[in-house]
């Protein structure tokens, strides 16, 4: 053997070096630290901090619950007093969004530890075991995590400015056109909105409502997309490992035959970190599957219902806050669909990382392992919504062309009617 090779092969089996580069990796984990905070913030303000194993209900949780309910009671209560149609269509224009909350709340006790190994899972994965890792790797993990922190900035203010035009609404009929108008249609039994106390405890009732209805709907859909994108991470991860094998099979194919116990062995352990960190990342995939199999059926079937419902409520009464709630609702909806669609392509794009390995140069035993890799990275990674298909930006198109379909059918009744 000669000296060359020897110490070609010190190089191919020595821990990889690490990059220089160690601001990047710190900048990464400190954003993460800096979101995680924040996301537990809003985890703990509504009692769901699923994000630990040691999570159990608290008094927050159940003052959630308790808020749930008494929407639902003033709701019915709102319906049973209705003075005509249009009030009664009113009270149920938030039915959408109730089952979207008590679902979700429903759906996340039952999943609370796989929350909580899939935040562990990923937190160790890609920040932990990447700290000390090459420049590829860092500079992978930190574009992920900067496109995290700005899309839960932009949610966050979205939201929290919904809310704000949500409740000026009443403020300015109450201070500028002396109108009492109350921020939910929604009646609490014997208080007169019209009295100056019963419109002050209303409305107080009404905005702690919302406020925790914003919590939630926020909390929900930013954990939900920081699944998702640290899904994109491990891609990327697993597609420098595919690559950095391929550079170094090729040079170890170069000093050496496969049929020799060096070439076997240097096969077999990096082959085997591959496997591994395969497992790992259809893991995460089933896990995530598993977690938001049911809340994206629920969520599809609430936005839907909620759009269409309020649709009709525009096309037949002047209230406002019939507009927030078709844009609230589509674009909930929109970013599941697309966050679906993440997922989608990230799957084929791991397919594309192991098909594109040198499996060809691989001893014959490892072809087996490979074989059983590439099929296994075949199943679907999909998540389904029943009787619908799979939950992508096409199924959101078929959904939003449904939903014309029955405003056009809504529009076309009211007209006949004149």
Known sequence: MSLSFKRWKAVCFRPQKQSVCSARTMEASEKFSQFERYIRTLCNIIGFDVMTETWKKSYRTYISIFLCSQYLILMVYSLIIASDTFELFKSLSFLGFFFQCSLKMYY???????????????????????????????TTVARIIDLLVLVTKAISVLYTSSLFIFSLYPAYMYFVVHVKVPIFPLYIPGINIYSAYGYGITNSFHMLIAVYGLFGALTSDIVFIMFVVHFVTYGGLFKIECEQFDQDLSGVFQHCEWRTAVYKTFCRQRMRAIYQYHQSVIFYLESMQECYRNICVVQVASCSLSTVFNLFLALTTDWYATYGFIVISVFQLFVYCLMGTVMQIMNERMIDYISNLPWYMLPTEEQKQFKFMLAR??????????????????????????????????????????
């Open 377 to 418: 990275s075949q199943l679907s990674a999909e998540i389904m919504i029943r009787s619908v298909g799979p939950m992508n930006m096409e199924t959101f198109t078929d959904i939003m062309q449904k939903m014309y379909s029955a405003f056009a059918m809504m529009y076309s009744f009211l007209v006949d009617l004149g």
């Open 108 to 138: 996340t006790i039952q999943q609370a530890p796989q929350y909580a190994v899939n935040f562990c899972c990923l937190k160790e994965a890609i920040y932990e075991r990447h700290s000390k890792g090459t420049l590829a790797q860092k």
